[in-house]
């Protein structure tokens, strides 16, 4: 079972592990991180040998082993303890240690800097290595050992004559007690001392309002881990021994408050059973219609909990008993994990610790398979994972941007806030994380942010100025840590002739030049009259068709362009459902053609293959296939053969690749002598410009 712990003290607890407070980060270092470094330094691209490296029978990943001193700083400018660093065998020993590392980038260099992250002061020779790896004494340490808990050690020297290749540090540690550490070497071709930073996202505002939400929401006790509805209105979050959480112990239940007229939160409650249990209980995702919630642990009848993942519908009377999410070969051998659904239902994301984990907890990746089960985990690459604890997950709207914690990057305290950015569909690729920066991450563990689809405000759990412990606060997003904009499509079924709502699966489809052989951006949503409305979150820069599906009826398929929107947009789309009798007519809103010409685009081929559907559906049904233009040009003869062509060729599809058998399928060019709308404008001619399916006979 996974619970929730603490920062602040033994009976407060944090989400899923225990924080300690961070020391050792001073002013200077801090403003050293935000200054921009005036020259290029290239760091050790590969270890080339090494005298030992630190093992931990607690430890089965890389931990300070000797690969850790390679790429830029995970550490500094802040100081001490980190496992990201290279560490050899033995603490206080007599004996030389050494590491030998390369360069992708040979050079003439007038500069080494080592990042003595930990104890710092054991080195004693620095050695450089040319083409024919001929060894150069190019520094011997003759200095008094620092009285610092680390520093970027910066040795100037006169330029090389020739490139170098490789680098060699021979330390004793005996001369600092304790283990020492080195987090990087780099090399420089000037003189320019490199000072450590963090790698902060762009433009950082000069100040950040942490809003309190108040005696609504936040309590004595402590209100930890928000989950925010994607549109927004309710908010779900974990309380800590408040009287009103259910059982003896008072441990941690599910609490939602949503969001009043004015802007306020509403008064809290308590989710209650079967969400909320004897146990710890945490909800750790929102569906895009704010119907279904994901939780942690999976929920066993006799009330015990097992590690895992749940997830629980909606339903008139409540919450239904939470049912397993299964992921094939699922196991953490960690004693904390946590979930982040996409929005497409399609994509978890989740923190453990497995076999081919860097360290701690890394990030792994899950695939929806085609029978409601999910993949097994995939590690989501170095870019993102270290051999620190990654935590805290949070998957945008976008289902691009991602959010967590870690101390595995340069940072200003325990664990800081992250973003990166997904550079393809693999999930493995992520841009580089960028600190969101000291007016949000502080000296302590940060983490659990959760953006509502608008990407207006994050909210998260905070400790300062706070009612009593943790209290949810939020802050308003500025524009390089948001996420890219999404457009919110909701409506509801109805039944065309009355008008009243009627359950249905609705499906969004991507309408694109490809023949749709790849469905992996189709969304199926569940409507239920009873519980409310179909909601979809979606990605901008796409053209969707809309349609729902229900035995007996026919849909009235609906088309959503969002190629050319670059702001968040709420749509609403009501879906008509047509029963199916003889004379029904319905437009195909989802078939294209180019200007004038009658070949089908691929786009059109879903719409049509719904119609095949149908028509196999109803053996013996019997259609007509009617083509229609606009009356904006003269040339009456030229359209009527338009869009007798245009209804040919839907015929020619039916036939060929649906397998219709063709005399159930009429045709007939209208041409513009049957308009809906005015021909005044491109708007309302576009309207005149259809193919319809009629139904002569069931």
């Known amino acids: 079972m996974n619970v929730l712990t603490n920062p602040k003290t033994e009976k407060t607890k944090v989400f899923f592990q225990k924080h300690l407070p961070c020391f050792g980060l001073t002013f200077l270092l801090f403003f050293n991180a935000l200054i921009t470094n005036a020259q290029p330094v290239q760091w050790a691209s590969k270890v080339l040998g090494f005298s030992s490296e630190r093992t931990d029978p607690t430890n089965q990943g890389l931990e300070f082993r000797a690969s850790q001193i390679l790429g830029a700083p995970s550490k500094l400018p802040q100081t001490g303890d980190s496992k990201a660093a290279w560490s050899s065998a033995g603490a206080d020993t007599n004996g030389d240690e050494w590491i030998k590392v390369g360069f992708e980038r040979p050079t003439r260099i007038k500069q080494v800097s080592i990042a003595e992250n930990y104890n710092p002061g054991a080195i004693i020779r620095v050695f450089a290595y040319d083409s024919t790896d001929v060894e150069h004494l190019i520094h011997e340490n003759t200095e008094e050992t620092p009285k610092m808990q680390g520093r970027m050690w910066n040795i ?64 004595k006790t402590g209100e930890v881990a928000p989950i925010i509805s994607p549109d927004g209105k309710t908010l779900f979050f974990t309380r800590i021994g408040h009287e009103g959480n259910v059982g003896k112990l008072k441990k941690q239940d599910v609490w939602l408050s949503k969001i009043q007229p004015d802007g306020t939160w509403g008064t809290a409650e308590n989710v209650q059973a079967p969400i909320n249990t004897e146990e710890d209980n945490a ?39 939470p049912k397993e999410v299964k992921i094939n070969d699922y196991y953490n051998s960690g004693l904390f994990t946590e979930f ?32 409601g089960t999910w993949s097994k985990p995939l590690n989501m690459g170095g870019d993102i994972n270290t051999v620190e604890d990654e935590s805290g997950p949070f998957i945008a709207a976008d289902s691009k941007t991602i959010y967590f914690s870690t101390s595995g990057f340069p940072g200003y305290g325990d664990s800081d806030i992250f973003v990166s950015r997904r550079l393809d569909s ?8 960028e600190n969101i920066g000291p007016l949000i ?67 969004l489809e991507v309408i694109n030049d ?23 979150v979606v990605p901008l820069k796409k053209n969707y068709s809309l349609s729902a599906t229900k035995k007996g009826f026919l849909a009235l398929s609906d088309n959503i362009d969002l190629t050319k929107d670059n702001r968040f947009r709420e749509i609403r789309r009501n879906i008509n459902l047509l029963p199916i009798k003889e004379g029904q007519t319905i437009v195909l809103n989802n078939l294209f053609f180019n200007q004038s010409k009658y070949e ?13 559907a149908l028509m196999k559906e109803y053996p013996n049904m019997e259609v007509m296939i009617g083509g229609h233009t606009d009356g904006s040009d003269d040339d009456l003869m030229l359209n009527v053969k338009l869009s007798q062509d245009r209804a040919n060729e839907v015929k020619k599809y039916l036939v060929e690749v649906g397998g219709i058998d063709a005399s159930h399928i009429q045709t007939k060019g209208w041409g513009p002598s049957r308009p809906v709308a005015s021909n005044a404008t491109e708007e309302t001619r576009k309207k005149n410009r259809r193919v319809e399916f009629s139904i002569l006979k069931l």
């Not at 659904?341 to 890394?362: F, I, P, W």
């Open 156 to 219: 100037v020297i006169p330029q090389t004559p020739y490139a170098v290749h490789a680098i060699k540090i021979v330390m004793t540690p005996s001369r600092i007690p304790g283990f020492n550490q080195i987090d990087a070497i780099g090399i420089s071709e000037n003189k320019t001392p490199y000072e450590a930073k963090i790698n902060l996202a762009k433009n950082l505002p000069k100040e950040i309002i942490k809003e309190n939400l108040g005696k609504g929401v936040n309590s």
């Open 283 to 321: 909800v750790t995702s929102i569906s895009a219609d704010g119907k279904t919630i994901f939780l942690l642990n999976v929920y066993v009848p006799n009330g015990l909990l097992l590690a895992g993942l749940s997830k629980s519908k909606r339903a008139m009377n409540g919450w239904e008993f």
């Open 340 to 371: 982040s659904m996409a929005l497409n239902g399609k994509v978890l994301v989740m923190t453990c610790k497995r076999k081919d984990t860097r360290g701690g907890k890394d990030l792994y990746v899950s695939f929806l398979n085609d029978n």
């Open 426 to 433: 693999s999930w493995t690729k992520w841009s580089q994380p």
């Open 441 to 507: 991450n502080t000296p302590k563990w940060d983490g659990f942010f959760t953006i509502p689809a608008s990407g207006e405000y994050a909210y998260l759990s905070s400790v300062e100025r706070s009612i009593g412990a943790e209290d949810i606060f939020r802050i308003k997003l500025f524009p390089s840590i948001k996420p890219e904009p999404v457009a919110i499509i909701s409506g509801t079924v109805l039944n065309a002739f009355d008008k009243k709502p009627i359950a249905a699966d609705v499906l």
């Open 514 to 536: 490809t023949t749709f052989k790849d469905k992996k951006d189709n969304i199926v949503s569940e409507f239920d009259p009873e519980t409310g409305e179909y909601k979809f």
């Open 600 to 612: 089908i685009l691929p786009p059109s081929y879903p719409e049509l293959n719904r119609i095949i």
